[in-house]
C-alpha cells in the first residue's frame, strides 16, 4: 500500500492544472475565506484522494467541488476538478478549495489562513 502522508499538491501541482488567471481568482477567494468547508478522503489502494468543498460564488450562494488528487510517474500530482458552477470543471472555485485546504500560496504572497 502507498504512504498517503505526501497526498498533497504543492503550488507547482496548481500551476500545471489551471490557468494562471484561474489561480490568481482562486488565490483571491481563498484569502476572502469563501470556502466555507472542506474534507479529504484518503484511498491507500489506489494512491488517491478526494477532496469535497463548498465554495461561495459570486452569482450563486454556493459551488459543490469535487478533486481527485493522484500521483503522476513522478513526484508531481494530477489534478481533476469539477464544480457546479458554469466553468465546470478545474475552475477557480476548486483552485479556491485546494488553496484554503493545502494553505498554499504563489511564491511571494500570503497564504490563506
Known amino acids: 500500500m502507498m504512504n498517503l502522508t505526501n497526498l498533497a499538491p504543492t503550488w507547482g501541482d496548481l500551476v500545471d492544472a489551471f490557468h ?10 481563498a484569502l476572502d475565506q469563501r470556502v466555507l468547508k472542506t474534507h479529504v478522503d484518503y484511498n491507500a489502494t489506489k494512491g ?23 500521483h503522476t510517474d513522478g513526484a508531481e500530482i494530477s489534478i481533476d476538478a469539477t464544480c457546479t458552477c458554469p466553468v465546470n470543471y ?20 500570503q497564504a490563506p489562513p
Open 90 to 109: 478545474n475552475c477557480k472555485h476548486a483552485a479556491a478549495a485546494l488553496i484554503a485546504h493545502y494553505q498554499l500560496a504563489p511564491p511571494g504572497k
Open 20 to 29: 494562471d488567471s484561474t489561480l490568481d481568482r482562486g488565490h483571491q477567494y
Open 48 to 70: 488517491a484522494a478526494s477532496l469535497e468543498a463548498k465554495v461561495d460564488g459570486t452569482s450563486s450562494p454556493s459551488h459543490e467541488v469535487h478533486v481527485e488528487l493522484t
